[in-house]
């Protein structure tokens, strides 16, 4: 059973930086792709970033392009999220994903992932 478990988060100001780590562990873990997806409370849970595996291709959304940054490090299983230069708007419950078992190659809606952590809240303040 593969498990993911995020760190990271934390409360700083608008133009700090922060950055999430998101650790895969299970006895085999391999996945077609692994993405960073937030969620405010009363909202849907919002694409963030992904990347696929095999091609090393990332995607972002538009709302965090230039300033977030995913990456990973394939030897420790371990998945990142540098985001810069913060924003109010990006306060949320933030959530590593992964596609263990299948993947269309499209990473932007949730059904996409069948592997989640538990999430790490960031705040922003203006």
């Known amino acids: 059973q593969v498990r993911l478990v995020e760190s990271g988060g934390g409360l700083v100001q608008a133009g700090d930086s922060l950055r999430l780590t998101c650790v895969a562990s299970?006895?085999?873990?391999?996945?077609?792709?692994m993405s960073w997806f937030r969620q405010v409370p009363g909202k849907e849970r919002e694409f963030v970033a992904a990347?696929?595996?095999?091609?090393?291709?990332?995607t972002y959304a538009d709302s965090v392009k230039g300033r977030f940054t995913i990456s990973r490090d394939n030897t420790k299983r371990i998945l990142y999220l540098q985001m810069n230069s913060l924003k109010p708007e990006d306060t949320a419950i933030y959530y590593c994903?992964?596609?263990?078992?299948?993947?269309?190659?499209?990473?932007?809606?949730?059904?996409?992932?069948?592997?989640w952590g538990q999430g790490t809240q960031v705040t922003v303040n203006s």
């Open positions: 994903a992964a596609a263990v078992s299948r993947y269309s190659g499209s990473p932007y809606r949730p059904v996409e992932f069948d592997t």
């Open positions: 299970g006895r085999t873990f391999s996945s077609y792709a």
């Open positions: 990347t696929a595996w095999a091609s090393e291709t990332t």
